[in-house]
């Protein structure tokens, strides 16, 4: 299983950038996905997350309104638009995905590490002031 992330980039604030990560060595229509991302010096923290059927998304506070997460599942493709970016946006952004299908979680869980098996390798992005 891998997965890619791509669209990373150096922009200016308020520009906008959209992430792609592309799934391989097995399908996860049915699984839950997610975007992370971790600053210089930081812990890794949520971002999005999207449930199987892409019905529901979480959000974290701080990109709540700006960053929209989906998913297009005839690509194995899991996507994070990312407008009004601002200099704290600066992080590698991490894809992640649950190895469960059809697991539905409280809503914590869909914040936490634990709750996903499969990472990519990030994807840099530097938002300049």
């Known amino acids: 299983v891998q997965l890619v992330e791509s669209g990373g980039g150096l922009v200016q604030a308020g520009d906008s950038l959209r992430l792609s990560c592309a799934a391989s060595?097995?399908?996860?229509?049915?699984?839950?996905m997610g975007w992370f991302r971790q600053a210089p010096g930081k812990e890794r923290e949520f971002v999005a997350a999207v449930t199987w059927g892409g019905s529901i998304t979480y959000y974290a506070e701080a990109v709540e309104g700006r960053f929209t997460i989906s998913r297009d599942d005839a690509k194995n493709t899991l996507y994070l638009q990312m407008n009004s970016l601002k200099p704290e946006d600066t992080a590698r952004y991490y894809c992640?995905?649950?190895?469960?299908?059809?697991?539905?979680?409280?809503?914590?869980?869909?914040?936490?590490?634990?709750?996903?098996?499969?990472w990519g390798q990030g994807t840099l992005v530097t938002v300049s002031s």
């Open positions: 060595g097995r399908s996860f229509s049915v699984s839950v």
């Open positions: 992640a995905a649950d190895r469960e299908n059809r697991r539905t979680y409280t809503r914590s869980h869909y914040y936490i590490r634990g709750t996903y098996d499969y």
